[in-house]
């Protein structure tokens, strides 16, 4: 059971380039999300999906798109990457109520340069 | 959108001694309080949570306090050892399960 994982760890941009991050989890979670970190500004939500075929707009969705084809996997998409988008990325995902549980699993981090 | 703040930004203690960290927060729709640790260079984790029909909730060293009406909840940490430091995350939850916002975090350092 590896959880949430991500892919890359870390990757390097120069602007204007393209490239998608790949979160998998093995949890059988109905909702996945895809947050950045900012140092002092927390975690916010760029995109998030609460099942298989469906994406929704978090807080930050400008410059980002993401699609979930499959339940396990959740894909971000930076089309036409930007220095403003220089973060660590973080994917998580959950169970839609607290039946179970509302716990959101993290993944370990994408770490991303844009030059 | 909602809103939270937390504080301090950073807390220095003492190894063995108590840290309190406090968050507040607008919207009274909120109904799910967790807390978030996030050691060096690896993604939160959750430590302990409570909903909004709860007033308080220990799990050993970890407790978390909601006050409904006055809007804030606090996570207090006890006999706090040196693997304690990190970074401690509140958030809110609210709507059906998709909906969270985050703090800003607190740096927790434990001197030994």
């Known amino acids: 059971n590896a959880g949430v994982t991500q892919t890359p760890k870390f990757r390097v941009l120069k602007t204007g380039q393209s490239m998608t991050l790949l979160c998998a989890q093995d949890?059988?979670?109905?909702?996945m999300y895809w947050y950045r970190q900012d140092p002092g500004m927390g975690l916010r939500l760029i995109h998030y999906s609460v099942g298989e075929g469906t994406t929704a707009k978090g807080e930050v969705p400008d410059g980002y798109n993401v699609s979930r084809l499959k339940k396990q996997n959740f894909l971000l998409g930076l089309e036409s990457a930007a220095p403003s988008q220089t973060s660590v990325y973080f994917c998580a995902s959950s169970y839609p109520t607290d039946n179970p549980s509302r716990t959101q699993y993290f993944g370990p981090g994408t770490r991303l340069l844009v030059l | 959108g909602e809103n939270v703040e937390q504080h301090p930004s950073t807390l220095s203690v003492q190894e063995g001694d108590s840290a309190v960290i406090k968050c507040t927060y607008s919207d009274s729709a909120s109904n799910y309080f967790p807390w978030y640790k996030q050691e060096l260079g690896k993604g939160p984790q959750l430590i302990i949570d409570i909903r909004s029909n709860v007033g308080e909730k220990k799990d050993q060293r970890i407790a978390v306090t909601l006050n409904k009406t006055a809007k804030h909840f606090s996570l207090h940490i006890t006999e706090t050892q040196p693997e304690d430091s990190a970074v401690y995350f509140c958030a809110l939850g609210y709507g059906y399960g998709q909906n969270f916002v985050f703090g800003p975090g607190t740096r927790l350092s434990v001197l030994p």
């Open positions: 949890m059988n979670h109905e909702y």
